[in-house]
């Protein structure tokens, strides 16, 4: 019974998850490909994802410049930034991001037009979502443990 | 077939298989994958053995580079991401298409069409945007096939060609190989010139417009140097040297010849992979380890235990012949010097092909060469002992050498190109065809067999010296003479009578040249028939 509860808590999470667009197909694609040599594939590309995309975010965090009081200061390092952005919008559609991966494309057409202003405001939605996703994808694998093998039957196509 | 299964499984597990392997392809298929984001490289890795290809990551360019280099033949496709931070993704994709010459997949999510454009410039032979799928991955074999087609029928062309140049008595056959080789390039230029063509897209690793297109003429001049020079011995300076064409560069070669002896490798071990899953029981060889000495036991079995009367065709002078000869037959399939005019001497008397072959039988006999560890290989490859050995025997042969078969191969080859199943056919003929080229090298025919990669080359040169036109190398030829031989099926044989003369089938094929110098293979209109012979044979053919 309770893991019934799990398994449709599970599914409601997931369904939500892409109701509301934070993953698309892609999350589906890492499901697919989970088997009995890897298991747990999907949380595992998710967290290789999450390691490696926070080193990526300090690194845009420097580049923006933004200091304690929230200021602009030197004008920004477009093509670096455009080139961290483009690495990093890649490492996201690996997981499925869709918001994140959204976000990173309006950043990526910012540095384009060369407008500081619009980076930084995209910047910091972007990364709200990314921490928020983060959040949510961890609830989300601690039920999937927590329901057990049975949850691999009957995943939503 | 279990004995060819637990071949192929057996090379599978070692990775020592050199190729997609004939029976599971595209199974097998070694990809490697260069991406600097390990997430990614962690999925398409899944992916990738998802569709059972044997798959290597990389997640730095210049690691991926040095990994080419160590094993030029490890990897049958690379996958790079277009982004990395040690190395642009199109910079390694020209060292690859000019170094390695292996098809090349471009990635990055970033899909906008002047990155694109900007890799199919570089050669790349497709672009895939992230997140890549699985079916898009499962598809990846076709570039791979798609390259090696296309390389078969480039250095065929070039020889056949060359071949059709340098005697051949059928200028129709001529003038059509001279318009497939002109096709090919122009094709080539189109190439260069056509960057939007996604037709040509999977064809040719092509590079900027500075690319030397390998003309027939060129390409020749190329064959013929590095026969001169001695296969082992050659580099790229030697070469250009010999080529003695002002404009080219030693970088010009030295690609060229990369391109060359992957192309040589690939087809000795197509052919390798051939004679171990197809059913050609008869010459059974399977791998360099096992190939020479089945053959060989077998051959000696022929010859010893009676099994000649399969070859007599109730001609007196065979017994003769088979009694004043050892049946000795060396493991390394060598035949020794001075039974060669003694060979001579008896199969001039014989008239009917047949029974020269028969003769031919009876003189295997250890034949000394300096390359004993090479005939090994040489006889593996092209499954005629006598083969291997024949460093010397072609500096005899020689003075009978006729051109009139090479038209005949270039034949076969083309309309073996044309049968879809044919995929290894593609590489032996080819090959028949090169060694043809080697005739006029007879001395450097040692050297060529010295080198691991190219014993076909020695080998067919060799047998095409004196073979007209029944190169070792074409296997399935011989094959069917060899089928005829053993089934005594005269009705087969008629209409390859004459052919049947060049039939190198364990070594019977010197005796058979030394006695027909003219033979016209021009007779056999459709070598593609010939090629399918022997399938009905090989069943029916009891030998063991």
Known sequence: ?157 | MVHNRSIISHNIDSGCFPSPHLDAFPAGLRVLVVDDDPTWLRILEKMLKKCFYQVTTCCLAIEALKKLREKKDAYDIVISDVNMPDMDGFKLLEHVGLEMDLPVIMMSVDGETSRVMKGVQHGACDYLLKPIRMKELRNIWQHVLRKRIHEAREFETFEGIHLMRNGSNHIDDGNLFAVGGEMNLMKKRKDLDNKHDDKEFGDQTSLKKARVIWSVDLHQKFVKAVNRIGFDKIGPKKILDLMNVPWLTRENVASHLQKYRLYLSRLQKENDQKYSTGGIKYFDLPSKDSGCVSFLDSLNKQQNDGAIDNFRYSDGTLKLHMESTSHEVDLNGIVTRPTIDKIRASVSDIIDPKIRKCSQIGHNQPYESAESEVNHTVFEYSTVSTQCSWNEVPKMLLKEEQNTQKHFQIDQSQSMNSDPSGYTSDYISPVNSMALEVVTFPSQSKSLVANDQSPDIVFTSNLSSKAPGYNLGCISDMEIYQRNLLLDSHAALTPLDEDLHLLLLQGEYYNMNFGMQNIEMSEYSDPWIIAEVPTNLYDSADYS
Request: aromatic letters at 8%.
């Open chain 1, 1 to 157: 019974m309770d893991r019934n509860n799990s398994r449709r808590q599970l599914a409601a999470m997931k369904q939500s998850l892409f109701d509301q667009g934070h993953l698309d197909e892609q999350f589906i694609q890492l499901e697919e490909l989970q088997d009995d040599a890897n298991p747990n594939f999907v949380e595992e590309i998710v967290t290789l994802y999450y390691r490696d995309s926070s080193r990526l975010i300090s690194s845009l965090e420097q580049t923006l410049h933004f200091c304690a009081c929230g200021r602009e200061r030197n004008p920004l390092d477009f093509n670096k930034l455009d080139t961290i952005m483009h690495q990093f919008k890649g490492s996201s559609s690996s997981i499925g991001a869709k918001k994140v991966k959204a976000e990173s494309t309006l950043i990526r057409e910012y540095c384009r037009t060369g407008n500081a202003e619009g980076c930084r405001k995209s910047f910091q939605q972007m990364k709200k979502e990314y921490v928020a996703l983060r959040k949510r994808l961890e609830n989300y694998f601690q039920l999937v443990r927590q329901a057990g093998p049975m949850e691999r039957a009957c995943r939503p196509k």
